[in-house]
């Protein structure tokens, strides 16, 4: 079974980076030009095709509701936020509010002060309230994979910056990314629990790891580490030759004879 993203995606990451960098701060309406607005209402896309465009607007630092107004997914052509935990992202820059009662209010209120200035985060102020459609466990798992997307993104852009200031600053005569300390920390720095939250979103499983006392099956490819065992790392992280070799003789010996005491119980 093969878990990476669709070549199709791929088309569509590059199309949403090449659109992104063109456009920093896209209207709602020039994203609806694109076809990306309803996306999650459509039936010719999955979760996965919005993860691709979720972890690209955070990559390019996007501002807007977009997000939000996506995972609210509502039936009509409002711009919506969501309300999480008594506060309102964004909210003096759409229509409605979905509320964890599954009504839908009207965005008026006060926007806060706060340390992000783009997030225009404010409270609702008391006023009616209309049902709105769909479940609200389903809204918030869609919310916590989105906003773990928008953080795979941004921290993507955090790792390209840090690679290029590591390829041009330099520290004793050398550049900095020569250093094992700096380069190893550079590369480690991705995480794919955003995207293995898409998945299992997209997939309506809770998990992809099979039991232990299944055969394992090989991870996506979007999903596999930076090449580095947990050994090697190990190893790489105490500088010696000597200690490499021994661990890595300890992880072939692993890897054959299975995983220690649960291995000698079967």
Same mark, same amino acid.
């Given at each position: 079974?093969?878990?990476?993203?669709?070549?199709?995606?791929? $088309?569509? &990451? /590059?199309?949403?980076? %090449?659109? *992104?960098?063109?456009?920093?701060?896209?209207?709602?309406?020039?994203?609806? @030009? =694109?076809?990306?607005?309803?996306?999650?209402?459509?039936?010719?896309?999955?979760?996965?095709?919005?993860?691709?465009?979720?972890?690209?607007?955070?990559?390019?630092?996007?501002?807007?509701?977009?997000?939000?107004?996506?995972?609210?997914?509502?039936?009509?052509?409002?711009?919506?936020?969501?309300?999480?935990?008594?506060?309102?992202?964004?909210?003096?820059?759409?229509?409605?509010?979905?509320?964890?009662?599954?009504?839908?209010?009207?965005?008026?209120?006060?926007?806060?002060?706060?340390?992000?200035?783009?997030?225009?985060?404010?409270?609702?102020?008391?006023?009616?309230?209309?049902?709105?459609?769909?479940?609200?466990? $389903?809204? &918030? /798992?869609?919310?916590? %994979?989105? *906003?773990?997307?928008?953080?795979?993104?941004?921290?993507?852009?955090?790792? @390209? =910056?840090?690679?290029?200031?590591?390829?041009?600053?330099?520290?004793?005569?050398?550049?900095?990314?020569?250093?094992?300390?700096?380069?190893?920390?550079?590369?480690?720095?991705?995480?794919?629990?955003?995207?293995?939250?898409?998945?299992?979103?997209?997939?309506?499983?809770?998990?992809?790891?099979?039991?232990?006392?299944?055969?394992?099956?090989?991870?996506?490819?979007?999903?596999?580490?930076?090449?580095?065992?947990?050994?090697?790392?190990?190893?790489?992280?105490?500088?010696?030759?000597?200690?490499?070799?021994?661990?890595?003789?300890?992880?072939?010996?692993?890897?054959?004879?299975?995983?220690?005491?649960?291995?000698?119980?079967?």
């Amino acid at each position: 079974m093969d878990f990476s993203f669709s070549p199709e995606q791929d $088309d569509l &990451r /590059r199309e949403a980076r %090449a659109f *992104l960098e063109a456009n920093p701060a896209p209207t709602m309406d020039q994203l609806a @030009e =694109l076809g990306w607005v309803g996306i999650l209402k459509s039936d010719d896309f999955s979760f996965l095709d919005a993860a691709v465009l979720f972890e690209e607007l955070g990559r390019a630092l996007y501002e807007g509701p977009y997000v939000l107004n996506e995972v609210a997914a509502q039936p009509d052509e409002d711009v919506w936020s969501i309300e999480i935990d008594g506060f309102v992202p964004q909210l003096d820059a759409v229509d409605r509010v979905l509320r964890p009662d599954m009504t839908g209010a009207t965005a008026t209120g006060e926007v806060l002060t706060t340390v992000d200035e783009t997030l225009g985060l404010g409270r609702l102020s008391p006023n009616g309230a209309d049902p709105a459609t769909g479940d609200w466990a $389903d809204v &918030r /798992r869609r919310l916590l %994979a989105a *906003l773990a997307l928008e953080a795979v993104g941004i921290g993507t852009k955090a790792l @390209e =910056l840090a690679a290029e200031y590591a390829k041009e600053r330099e520290q004793f005569g050398k550049k900095i990314g020569s250093y094992q300390a700096v380069s190893h920390s550079i590369v480690d720095a991705r995480s794919p629990t955003g995207r293995r939250g898409a998945w299992r979103r997209a997939t309506s499983r809770p998990s992809w790891r099979p039991s232990r006392r299944r055969r394992r099956r090989p991870r996506p490819r979007w999903l596999r580490a930076s090449g580095r065992s947990r050994c090697t790392a190990a190893s790489a992280s105490r500088g010696s030759t000597r200690s490499t070799a021994t661990t890595s003789a300890r992880c072939g010996s692993r890897a054959r004879s299975g995983t220690g005491a649960s291995s000698a119980r079967r």
